[in-house]
């Protein structure tokens, strides 16, 4: 399994402004996958990031509202950008194991906007 | 579109019963997960099905794999209270995940 960990773990942001969280993994890994959690509810992928290409947004998702970087194989950030009421949710990232898919999450990052 | 369904939705239990959490999943796949969630926290992995028929138990939990019905089951025995949790299931396609409406367990002394 890997270890991830992300930044900040939680944060109270303003209406229109935006919000870059980080992922970091302790091992090299070919693929991470953004969610987004809203309370109460299970979770949805945003999109994935493979390093070396742009990542691939799920349907309801783009890039203008979620960018996300992935500069290296053990790092990875997505914002939210402009950010809503909303967009409070948890935001978790989640890398793959390579022989059965399944999928390590992060802590996630508790985000509250008012 | 592959849906995922989980049933039912809330459990409230008493301590040292038996109960089964179903998902349902629309479409063939052939990988199934089950993970726990515990409030304000991160997800954990409890088991990893990967063929028709597959059965893995962990103490008072115990997953099956029926990919012909698709269907899975999480089966708990003799339930205690740390089982208080929200269990979700995940099918996937390829790498990518789809994840049921979760389990949200509660078990009482």
């Known amino acids: 399994s890997a270890v991830i960990s992300q930044k900040p773990s939680r944060d109270i942001c303003q209406r229109g402004t935006s919000l870059t969280i980080q992922c970091q993994v302790d091992?090299?890994?070919?693929?991470m996958f953004w969610y987004r959690q809203q309370p109460g509810q299970s979770l949805t992928l945003i999109a994935t990031?493979?390093?070396?290409?742009?990542?691939?947004?799920e349907s309801g998702f783009v890039i203008d509202k979620f960018p996300i970087s992935r500069p290296n194989l053990t790092f990875s950030t997505l914002t939210v950008s402009n950010m809503s009421p909303e967009d409070s949710s948890i935001y978790l990232c989640?890398?793959?194991?390579?022989?059965?898919?399944?999928?390590?999450f992060g802590p996630g990052t508790r985000l509250t906007v008012t | 579109e592959l849906k995922v369904e989980q049933n039912p939705l809330f459990l409230s239990m008493q301590e040292g019963k038996n109960y089964t959490i179903y998902c349902n999943y629309s479409?063939?796949?052939?990988?199934l997960y089950w993970y726990r969630q515990d409030p304000g926290k991160s997800l954990e992995s409890l088991f990893v099905?990967?063929?028709?028929?597959a059965v893995k138990q962990e103490g008072r939990l115990m997953a099956s794999l029926d990919t012909k019905a698709r269907l899975s089951t999480l089966h708990i025995t003799a339930a205690v209270h740390d089982l208080s949790a929200t269990y979700f299931c995940?099918?996937?396609?390829?790498?990518?995940?789809?994840f049921g409406t979760g389990t949200r367990l509660k078990v009482l002394a």
């Open positions: 989640s890398v793959s194991g390579q022989e059965t898919y399944e999928q390590y």
């Open positions: 091992s090299q890994v070919t693929m």
């Open positions: 990031a493979n390093q070396g290409s742009e990542a691939t947004y």
């Open positions: 479409t063939t796949s052939d990988r």
């Open positions: 099905l990967l063929s028709n028929g």
């Open positions: 995940a099918v996937s396609r390829t790498y990518k995940y789809i």
